[in-house]
């Protein structure tokens, strides 16, 4: 069964930073990986997707990576700001669902940027 | 384009009361899914429907049953509400593609006494 697990589990950090968020997974055959963020209260937005054939994604200050031969992707926020204050989630989709889309989630990295 | 809705925000429930939580999505998505987020647990998906006219349980379907009316609207029914299904549901959709990205509904806050 497919684990997702991140690191760390919460993370405050003073405006400016650049920060890495951290997200393995124990089964390496998988379709993709998405990141997500979460405010308080609210659903999940996509952020990023990553297939299995790349190795990277960027969206403006955000970058996430894809190492699947280590189960292990990265997102990377630069110049952080007190709006990314939020938690952000990444999802696998692993092989073998057939042609259902049935993806497991981390447990979230809350991160506070304070100004 | 309102995206994915879900009715209602909020509910209190006593123990054995039932309810239905409403869930619609207007992007013409085939798949749509139900989880349930609990602090410390995260996400957990109790139903899904890959297309119009099939449901299949996920990692939680115990005290859930699931319709999937048309392609626009799929329900989640407790029948018989206990306190452990206090939660927040969040109800999910995806166009079909295996490569393609979820969106989310705001999400339902339930509490059940």
């Known amino acids: 069964k497919q684990e997702v697990t991140q690191i760390p589990a919460a993370l405050s950090v003073p405006e400016g930073e650049n920060l890495v968020l951290n997200c393995s997974f124990t089964?390496?055959?998988?379709?993709?990986l998405q990141w997500f963020r979460q405010d308080p209260g609210k659903g999940l937005t996509s952020l990023l997707l990553?297939?299995?054939?790349?190795r990277e994604q960027t969206s403006g200050r955000l970058n996430a990576s894809l190492d699947k031969s280590s189960g292990r992707s990265t997102l990377y926020i630069a110049a952080s700001q007190p709006g990314d204050s939020a938690t952000y989630l990444c999802?696998?989709?692993?092989f073998g669902s057939g042609g259902s889309y049935i993806p497991t989630f981390g447990r979230g990295t809350s991160l506070i940027v304070h100004p | 384009n309102a995206g994915v809705t879900q009715t209602p925000k909020f509910q209190v429930l006593k123990t054995g009361q039932s309810m239905t939580l409403q869930c619609a999505q207007d992007?013409?998505?085939?798949?749509m899914y139900w989880y349930r987020q609990d602090p410390g647990m995260g996400l957990r998906l109790i139903y899904y429907s890959a297309s119009e006219g099939t449901t299949d349980k996920g990692e939680v379907p115990n005290g859930y049953n699931v319709s999937r009316l048309n392609k626009r609207e799929f329900s989640l029914r407790l029948e018989s509400a206990a306190p452990s299904q206090t939660s927040v549901y969040f109800c999910a959709s995806i166009p079909g593609s295996m490569k393609e990205t979820q969106y989310f509904g705001p999400g339902t806050r339930l509490l059940v006494l």
């Open positions: 992007m013409n998505h085939n798949s």
């Open positions: 089964d390496s055959a998988i379709y993709n």
């Open positions: 999802a696998v989709r692993p």
């Open positions: 990553i297939q299995s054939s790349q």
